[in-house]
């Protein structure tokens, strides 16, 4: 295990403090949709025509949508302010894996970003930082952005073991030479993930610092990776989530497949991007 270096939180703190932080938070507000293996296609179709119409232009929303659905959104998203990515990938190009996909066929379908390391992914399908970590070389070699999830379980935090998972996560899922540029971190406590249990702004806010010292350590105070809150993020919470300081966005589930909810939760970010701006 890492251990984890008190002097890494005061960096973070520096980077706040200088001003570059926030500014970049501000330009690159981020919500991100994960639909998971909803919904029927027909609704889908709805769901995607009604973001399209959605006028955010001062934020970057993502749609991590299911696979066999890469192509239909991609066509019908076509010239909206929108990205469709992926929910996973094979570290492979190509080969016998059955069910698998690799991040070539992603691209091609459409997909610019891919989602590793989801809380989902590691407990029901065993996915270690190490696997996770091969992923993402994988997908930026095929000039896919790449979305990061870490996070402790609910056992984790009660056994004050939460910031070392996450520093061991992003420690050994982020593989050398990654470009700070193609990556965004999601901070998605697992107890938080579809249970209603939002993170304490205060707890969001020190895991937050947390995941910026790596960062910065890694690729310098100036250059951090945007770093996501997700869990139960819905249209009642968002406003306060994005209040807290270096969260730069949301990743969102349940409340994702609904556009109403989506849009204020898009409104939230917008408002909080232009607070920072
Ligand atoms: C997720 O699956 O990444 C997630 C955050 O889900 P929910 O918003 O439903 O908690």
């Known amino acids: 295990?890492?251990?984890?270096?008190?002097?890494?939180?005061?960096?973070?703190?520096?980077?706040?403090?200088?001003?570059?932080?926030?500014k970049k938070r501000g330009a690159d507000m981020i919500v991100a949709a994960n639909?998971?293996?909803?919904?029927?296609?027909?609704?889908?179709?709805?769901?995607?025509?009604?973001?399209?119409?959605q006028p955010f232009f001062e934020i970057k929303r993502i749609l991590f949508v299911p696979h066999p659905y890469l192509v239909p959104m991609s066509v019908r998203l076509t010239g909206a302010p929108l990205q469709i990515g992926g929910q996973d990938c094979h570290f492979a190009d190509h080969g016998a894996y059955t069910g698998d996909v690799s991040a070539g066929m992603l691209r091609d379908c459409g997909a610019s970003t891919v989602l590793l390391g989801h809380s989902e992914r590691r407990s029901a399908h065993g996915?270690?930082?190490d696997l996770v970590a091969q992923k993402i070389k994988a997908a930026l070699a095929q000039n896919l952005?790449?979305?990061?999830?870490?996070?402790?379980?609910k056992a984790e935090r009660d056994d004050k073991k939460a910031e070392q998972v996450v520093?061991?996560?992003?420690?050994?899922?982020?593989?050398?030479?990654?470009?700070?540029?193609?990556?965004?971190?999601?901070?998605?406590?697992?107890?938080?993930?579809?249970?209603?249990?939002?993170?304490?702004?205060?707890?969001?806010?020190?895991?937050?610092?947390?995941?910026?010292?790596?960062?910065?350590?890694?690729?310098?105070?100036?250059a951090l990776p945007p770093i996501l809150y997700g869990g139960s993020v819905n249209a009642e919470n968002a406003g306060s989530i994005f209040a807290v300081p270096l969260v730069g966005g949301a990743l969102v589930g349940g409340a994702s497949l609904d556009a109403d909810?989506?849009?204020?939760?898009?409104?939230?970010?917008?408002?909080?991007?232009r607070n920072e701006g």
């Open 145 to 153: 952005d790449v979305v990061l999830c870490v996070g402790e379980t």
């Open 1 to 22: 295990m890492t251990p984890l270096l008190a002097g890494a939180v005061f960096t973070a703190r520096q980077a706040c403090s200088d001003g570059q932080v926030k």
């Open 167 to 222: 520093i061991d996560q992003l420690q050994a899922s982020i593989p050398d030479n990654t470009p700070p540029t193609r990556l965004t971190i999601a901070y998605e406590p697992v107890w938080a993930i579809g249970t209603g249990a939002v993170a304490s702004p205060d707890d969001i806010g020190a895991m937050h610092h947390i995941i910026a010292s790596v960062l910065s350590e890694r690729f310098g105070a100036g």
């Open 127 to 129: 996915e270690s930082s």
């Open 35 to 53: 639909w998971k293996m909803n919904p029927a296609l027909d609704q889908a179709a709805v769901l995607a025509t009604a973001l399209a119409s």
């Open 261 to 273: 909810a989506f849009a204020a939760i898009c409104t939230a970010a917008q408002l909080a991007s």
